[in-house]
């Protein structure tokens, strides 16, 4: 589907990572790292909710395993799971690093593809909301989105490691560079970055 705003899950695919910092109860942080990464990723939870809502800049989760909670024009529901990377990491010497990597916890994505596969007849559905972004002059600034059905990302994960991490304990996920999910789903870089968002909901 070439037309991304046509998807019945788009509502708003103009709005950017980086217009959500100026709305109340939003991030504003500054430069690179983890602290800006972690804020950015809770203004991407926001960003993917007005994207996919006319409801505000709010983003509604009733469970742990997802971010938001939206409502298609054609009456299905869906569970979302927002992911958000930088384009590229930062070496110690300030030199542009690898390609950002998005983190997919296995418990998160078997719930979400649970609920889907249990729900499906009844009209619920799982998504994935991805938002990448570089830093120019110490502010975010959004490089493309795209919104993709848990089945259709379930089939490129196929490497589990076991991590720790401060929040969420030592579980199985899947870190993949954006370049390779992108790859993997068949969306060119270019496709990506010049459209308002990629919508493979529908394609």
């Known amino acids: 589907m070439s037309d991304s705003s046509a998807c019945s899950v788009v509502s708003n695919p103009e709005v950017r ?52 909670y939206v409502l298609s024009t054609d009456n299905m529901s869906y569970e979302v799971e927002v992911k958000s990377c930088i384009d590229r990491y930062e070496t110690a010497s300030g030199e ?24 499906a007849e009844h009209g619920q559905g799982g998504l994935y909301f991805f938002v990448v972004y570089t830093v120019e002059h110490s502010i975010e600034k959004e490089i493309g989105k795209l919104v993709a059905p848990v ?22 996920n899947r870190q993949i560079s954006w370049r390779l999910l992108l790859k993997k789903l068949g969306v060119s870089r270019e496709r990506f970055e010049n459209e308002p968002i990629v919508s493979l909901v529908d394609d």
């Not at 217009?19 to 939870?45: I, Q």
């Not at 950002?100 to 249990?118: A, N, S, T, V, Y």
């Not at 089945?151 to 199985?172: A, I, P, Q, Y």
Request: charged share 30%.
């Open 17 to 68: 990572l980086e217009d959500v910092r100026w709305h109340d109860r939003s991030n504003t942080c500054d430069g690179r790292g983890r602290e800006t990464a972690s804020s950015r990723g809770y203004n991407a939870e926001r960003l993917a909710h007005v994207v996919m809502n006319q409801l505000g800049f709010r983003s509604v989760s009733f469970e742990s395993w997802y971010d938001d």
């Open 96 to 119: 542009e690093g690898g390609y950002g990597q998005f983190r997919i916890w296995k418990p998160h994505h078997d719930r979400i593809l649970e609920e889907h596969e249990k729900l």
């Open 151 to 172: 089945e259709m990302v379930d089939d490129v994960l196929n490497t589990w490691l076991v991590s720790d991490h401060v929040t969420m304990g030592s579980k199985k």
